[in-house]
């Protein structure tokens, strides 16, 4: 017998919130992507996403970890890590995430505050062919740098979909913290889930081969307190049924939520309390 996609979606989200912390197999990239690597992005994204600015790659402000090689193209864990924490004289201001061979390069752009203890940032992508995957972050003085790392995988976005049709389900979300160590530490790992199948597009029906029309969460917006603590403009090279780990302040508490719309114009809202350290959600 079949799952069906809500129990499947079910099943994720609880799988997501029991390993959503564990550490991802992972590699640091110590040198700049090579000439050949480099060669998309030198002849044409560059200048389409940023035209003539400066951009420096400068891994102690931000950094990329990622597979060299994933094991399945449509679910690509990559980790964000910042150079320095958040703070209201210094801090990340934005970040653009770039799969240079993906049909739609830009994967996301994210806007982040000081809300955050950390610009630091995991989710799983989808790569449809071997490619590099950037990062460029912003400095609040309007400087660029920029890190990435080159991932082997394939097929990504176009890999066929738990399931087309939509769902009573889509549209779910949750959120579940892990508690720092002490009231002392600098982090705290929350993470977003949502129940959503993101269709590219490029995906086809399993019966009919006929294409599956697009359908994938194009705004993220998370608040604590009615305070932005990050936003983000999605594609579809972010992965079926999204999740998003970021990371508050211990001593941070109230309401949290998220609003999530979709190519649909569906709009979604979530909220839960989150208390200081030690608590976590109720």
């Given at each position: ?22 550490e991802f197999p992972l590699n640091a990239l110590s040198v700049p992507l090579t000439t050949e690597q480099e060669q998309a992005w030198l002849s044409r994204l560059k200048s389409f996403y940023f ?227 030690g608590k976590g959600f109720p």
């Amino acid at each position: 017998m079949k799952l069906t996609y809500s129990l499947i979606t079910i099943v994720f989200v609880a799988l997501i919130s029991k390993v959503g912390y564990a550490e991802f197999p992972l590699n640091a990239l110590s040198v700049p992507l090579t000439t050949e690597q480099e060669q998309a992005w030198l002849s044409r994204l560059k200048s389409f996403y940023f035209q003539d600015k400066t951009i420096v790659w400068d891994e102690s402000v931000i950094s990329l970890q990622a597979p060299a090689r994933a094991e399945d193209g449509a679910l690509v864990p990559i980790r964000i890590q910042a150079g320095f924490p958040q703070s209201a004289e210094r801090y990340l201001q934005s970040l653009h995430l770039i799969i240079d061979n993906n049909p739609n390069p830009l994967a996301g752009k994210f806007k982040l505050t000081p809300l955050l203890a950390r610009a630091n940032l995991e989710l799983l992508i989808r790569v449809d062919a071997y490619s590099p995957v950037r990062v460029i972050a912003e400095t609040n003085d309007g400087k660029l740098y920029m890190s990435g790392r080159y991932v082997k995988a394939s097929g990504g976005c176009s890999a066929p979909a738990s399931n087309s049709r939509a769902d009573q389900t889509i549209g779910e979300m949750r959120f579940n913290t892990k508690s720092a160590d002490s009231p002392a530490a600098e982090l705290r790992p929350t993470r977003l889930s949502i129940v959503h199948p993101n269709l590219s597009g490029l995906q086809r029906d399993q019966v009919s081969t006929l294409p599956i029309p697009p359908r994938y969460i194009k705004t993220i917006e998370v608040t604590l307190d009615e305070q932005l603590v990050f936003s983000a403009e999605t594609d579809i090279s972010i992965s079926e049924n999204p999740n998003f780990q970021f990371y508050l302040m211990p001593e941070k508490s109230g309401i949290l939520a998220a609003v999530v719309t979709d190519t649909d114009g569906q709009t979604f809202k979530h909220q839960q309390r989150i208390d200081k350290v030690g608590k976590g959600f109720p």
